[in-house]
Each structure stands twice: as structure tokens, then as C-alpha cells.
């Protein structure tokens, strides 16, 4: 299987703070923003690029604010 480099992009505004993608990510690339959104909630942040767009943070999020991209990294 070849290398993935993922990306990921969170709608803060409807992000309600539940932190479950947090923990479904394997490679810690999710934490919570100290900052609140409009609604009052701490939101999910991206905190660094280490995404291979496994989608497990995606497929977790109950209210499906996560949007998760994946291309295949070509070594030559």
C-alpha cells in the first residue's frame, strides 16, 4: 500500500466541543480550541500535519462538521 498524505477541515462554527474525534484520531492531529465558537463551544482544531486522511475522525464526528481529504504521496 502507498503513503497518504490527508488533510482535514473543520467547520468550527457547528462544532459542538464532544471531543470524540480527538481521541479516534491515530495520530493526534485533533485537540480542542481553548477558543469558543459562536454558540459558546470549544471546537476542534487542527494542530499539525501528520493527517494521512484515514477518515476515522470523519466517520466519528456525530454532527459530520469534519471534512477529511486524502491524496497518494508519489516518491520518485
Known sequence: MGKFQGDIVINTERCKG????????PFSVIAMSKDVNGKGYHFAIKVNDECTGCTNCGTVCPDGVITVYRAKVTTE
Open 18 to 25: 464532544c471531543e470524540v474525534c480527538v481521541a479516534a484520531c
